[in-house]
C-alpha cells in the first residue's frame, strides 16, 4: 500500500524559505511515468495545486506561484521535496503531498496526511 | 485560470435521502474532473475520476455525470459517513478546485 508522509518545520519566518519533504513508501518513486505533486489547504483560498514533478524529473508549476516554487525528487531517497520562497502570512496552510494517478497530472488518489506551516515571526 | 463553481455551499440532507451536488466551470474541461471527500483532520479521498468512474473501494451510492462546464455528483442514499464536504476538482487545464459542498445532516 503506497504511503506518503509529509516532513518539515511546522513554522516560516515571513519572507523566509518554505521547505518540505516527502517520504514515500510502498512503493518506488522512480516508477516510470509516475506523477508526485503538493497541494495545500488553507482557510483563505481552499485547496490549491502548487506544483508536480514526474519520475524523469521533469516538473509542472502553478502558473500563480511558478516564480517562488521549485520541485524536486530523490530517487536514491525515495523522497520529493517542496522548497517555497519569499513566503507570507498567505502561504499559512496545511501542506499535502500526493501522487496523481495513471501516468500523468490526473486525479489524485494517493495523498500524505497534511503538515501544517505557518508564517509568522 | 479555469474557475470551479461548487453549489450549494451547503446541503441539509436526511439519512437514506439523495444528495445532487453541482460543479461548474468557466471553461469547458471535457471530462476531466474529479470529486473529493474530506472530513475534517484528514486529507482529501478521491471518489470520482474522469467525470464518472468510481475510484477503488467507492460505493456504488456514488454516481458522477457531465461534461464541458457542467458536472454533478450524486449520492443516491446518503450514509451516516456520507457527511463530509465535497470538492470538485478540473486536470483539463492544470489544476483547479472548487470551493467545497459541505454535506451536513438535516
Redesign the interface.
Known amino acids: 500500500q503506497l504511503q506518503l508522509q509529509e516532513s518539515g518545520p511546522g513554522l516560516v519566518n515571513p519572507s523566509g524559505t518554505l521547505s518540505l519533504t516527502c517520504t514515500v513508501s510502498g512503493g518506488a518513486i522512480s516508477t516510470i511515468n509516475e506523477y508526485w505533486g503538493w497541494i495545500r489547504q488553507s482557510p483563505g483560498k481552499g485547496l490549491e495545486w502548487i506544483a508536480s514533478v514526474n519520475s524523469n524529473g521533469k516538473t509542472y508549476n502553478n502558473p500563480s506561484l511558478s516564480s517562488r516554487v521549485a520541485i524536486s525528487v530523490d530517487a536514491s531517497k525515495n523522497k520529493f521535496s517542496l522548497k517555497l520562497n519569499f513566503v507570507t502570512a498567505a502561504d499559512t496552510a496545511v501542506y499535502f503531498c500526493a501522487r496523481h494517478s495513471g501516468g500523468g497530472l490526473r486525479s489524485i488518489p494517493y495523498w500524505g496526511q497534511g503538515v501544517l506551516v505557518t508564517v509568522s515571526s | 485560470?479555469v474557475v470551479l463553481t461548487q453549489s450549494p455551499a451547503t446541503l441539509s440532507v436526511s439519512p437514506g435521502q439523495r444528495a445532487t451536488l453541482s460543479c461548474r466551470a468557466s471553461q469547458s474541461v471535457a471530462t476531466?474532473v474529479?470529486w473529493?471527500q474530506q472530513k475534517p483532520g484528514?486529507?482529501?479521498?478521491?471518489i470520482i475520476?474522469?467525470t464518472s468512474n468510481r475510484?477503488?473501494g467507492i460505493p456504488a451510492r456514488f454516481s458522477g455525470s457531465g461534461s464541458g462546464t457542467e458536472f454533478t455528483l450524486t449520492i443516491s442514499s446518503l450514509q451516516s459517513e456520507d457527511f463530509a464536504v465535497y470538492?470538485c476538482?478540473q486536470?483539463n487545464i492544470?489544476?483547479?478546485?472548487?470551493?467545497?459542498t459541505k454535506v451536513e445532516i438535516k
Open positions: 485560470e476531466n474529479a473529493y484528514q486529507a482529501p479521498r478521491l475520476s474522469g475510484a477503488a470538492y476538482q486536470y492544470w489544476f483547479t478546485f472548487g470551493g467545497g
